[in-house]
């Protein structure tokens, strides 16, 4: 049986571990995260106001901010964004700031 002292060290390890693939997941990213906010935030205000269930915020969003729709696009399905409700409930889930 591990000691206090080891089971501690693991559970450092383990933390440092999820931090670097965060940090790689993050390096990945096909937008910043300040990008990734503005869009929830949009999805947000728009699924409030109208209720839109597909994907249809993208590509306004990429090109108002020069971003790369495709990968993007690609990226959020990865993610289980698959509309803009999706996005929402897992994207912002696993992404969002809090």
């Known amino acids: 049986m591990p000691t206090k002292v080891e089971k501690n060290r693991r559970k450092a390890l383990r933390r440092e571990i999820a ?3 965060r940090a790689k997941a993050e390096a990945e990213m096909p ?3 300040s990008d990734l906010q503005d869009l929830f935030d949009h999805l947000d205000q728009r699924l409030a106001a109208e209720g839109v269930t597909t ?8 090109h108002q901010q020069r ?3 495709e990968s993007i696009v690609d990226w959020l399905g990865e993610h289980g964004g698959f509309c803009d409700c999706e996005v929402l409930a897992n994207v912002e889930n696993e992404w969002g700031e809090g």
Do not use: G, W, Y
């Open 67 to 69: 971003l790369p729709e």
């Open 55 to 62: 994907l249809c915020c993208i590509p306004c969003i990429s």
């Open 19 to 21: 931090k670097q693939q």
């Open 31 to 33: 937008m910043s995260k």
